[in-house]
């Protein structure tokens, strides 16, 4: 598959605030954007920010069959439910792209998509589907995609340059598993606390707060390290106090599952952490608290 080529067809699972907003871009740079949604309509119609509104082709099953790309942008605790009926619809080269928060929730279904070259990409482009028609373009980032199996690695550089056209910047990292790291180290130290306090990412910077921040970051390090990924626990609390500065408007995505009575994805991000380190038997009782507590909020929600 050459370059030109490569992912003309594009299916999107998932046509939420980033699935849609990734339809738009991917539309405008000239490839082919189907949707597969969990309704039954034939079309849908939407518009990136004031753009003219696009037709998209919805939940047909020929599209879906000449896909040379799936996009999978639900929710880390929907991928298993919404990609598991799809896959063998799906030709065999078809490329299969995950991106969601957190970790855990691909690796155990990977072994059934040898077949495939599957990549991870981790966007910090902010989205929000205002309403069915519209999606809104809320911060522009950058999105790192990186192979999830062999097959993957040889089609990654063309992968990265389809993304690179449709919205820049994209960047290949071969070590995706270090950059998910990387991201879940400073999600377990924002989401839960911003949920919890229903507060600005801006208010953990009070004193108090760095310093519970600060043994999440000793805790989440020696977790990381351990799994044999680089991780330095005062690096990791500068870093998370640059993000919490430069995102001090923003409400974090957990503070908003709460906020709307939404199941979280903190199973895939606290949670991931915290079975990592029963697994090299590592205590972590701060993210433990944290967790639990965000678990017992969503059991609130649920009455
Ligand atoms: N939004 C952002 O700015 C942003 C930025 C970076 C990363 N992320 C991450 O990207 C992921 C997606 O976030 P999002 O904000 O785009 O969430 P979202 O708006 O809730 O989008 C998820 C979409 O998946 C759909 N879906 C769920 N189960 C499905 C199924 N079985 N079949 C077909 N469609 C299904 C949902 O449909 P229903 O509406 O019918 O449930 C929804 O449209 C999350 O992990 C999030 O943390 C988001």
Known sequence: MNTLEYGLNICILGAGAIGSLWACYLNNAGRTVSL??????????????????????CNQESQLANADLLIVTVKAWQVQSAFKPILSQLKADCSILFSHNGMGAVETILPQMSEHPVFFATTTHGALRKNQQQVLHTGQGQTIIGPLNDKAEVELGSLVQAFNLALPPAHADSNIYQALWNKIAINCCINPLTALRDCRNGELAAKDTLEIIETLCSEISAVITAEGFSCNNAELFARTKQVIEATSKNFSSMHQDIHHNRPTEINYITGYLLERARAH???????????????????????
């Not at 518009?47 to 998209?56: C, G, K, M, N, V």
């Open 36 to 57: 597969w949604t969990r309704g039954s309509e034939s079309s849908l119609s939407l518009s990136l920010d004031d753009q003219p509104a696009i037709l998209f082709p």
């Open 281 to 303: 038997n590592i205590d972590t009782p701060m993210n433990k608290n944290l967790f639990e507590q965000i678990k017992q909020k969503e059991a609130q929600n649920d009455h």
